[in-house]
């Protein structure tokens, strides 16, 4: 299954503010989102993604199951639109697989995607880099003992301010 990360960040590669504050992405990098989980199918996000969308009426993300990854408990208000699960990212994967899924939409947070990125899991990342910096804020990697080498593929101004930068990810 190919998996795809996509992440508006801010040029010093932060995903969100402290609070999970991630409401100042470009217009472009918001229907770039929408594209990709449309295409995709699904979006996978962890559980701070997941309250914040849900607080901020964004959820549940349409044409798309929402995949929320919680080792907590969370109350789904959303029914079949939201799957939440306590799965590893190998599990998500054949869960999507076995519901004839053929492409996983990775939307974040930091922790969720350094979990996919360590299992050597990721195989694309689309970073649209906003003209912004951010003092303090959730980083799109969490730190952790990886060293990940990447292809560009593409990169492309989106407006006048953000650049998009599309990797392949290399697996050694």
């Not at 991630?22 to 929408?34: A, I, M, Q, R, Y």
């Not at 970073?127 to 910096?133: M, R």
Request: proline share 2%; glycine share 8%.
């Amino acid at each position: 299954m190919k998996v795809i990360l996509y992440m508006g960040i801010s040029v010093n590669g932060y995903i969100a503010r402290e609070n999970g504050d991630s409401e100042w992405t470009s217009e472009e990098d918001l229907k770039g989102f929408e594209y990709h989980s449309k295409s995709a199918g699904n979006i996978i996000m962890g559980k701070n993604t997941y309250l914040y969308a849900s607080r901020a009426g964004l959820l549940p993300f349409t044409d798309a199951l929402n995949v929320v990854v919680s080792h907590e408990q969370i109350e789904n208000k959303y029914g079949d639109k939201v799957l939440i699960t306590n799965q590893t990212p190998k599990e998500i994967l054949k869960t999507l697989a076995q519901k004839g899924f053929v492409t996983a939409f990775l939307a974040g947070g930091g922790q969720l995607n350094t979990s996919f990125i360590k299992e050597n899991l990721l195989d694309e990342i689309y970073l649209d880099v906003e003209p912004l910096l951010l003092g303090k804020g959730i980083k799109v990697f969490a730190e952790g003992n990886f060293d990940i080498e990447l292809e560009l593929i593409e990169s492309k101004k989106l407006n006048k301010n953000t650049v998009q930068l599309h990797y392949k990810v290399v697996h050694i």
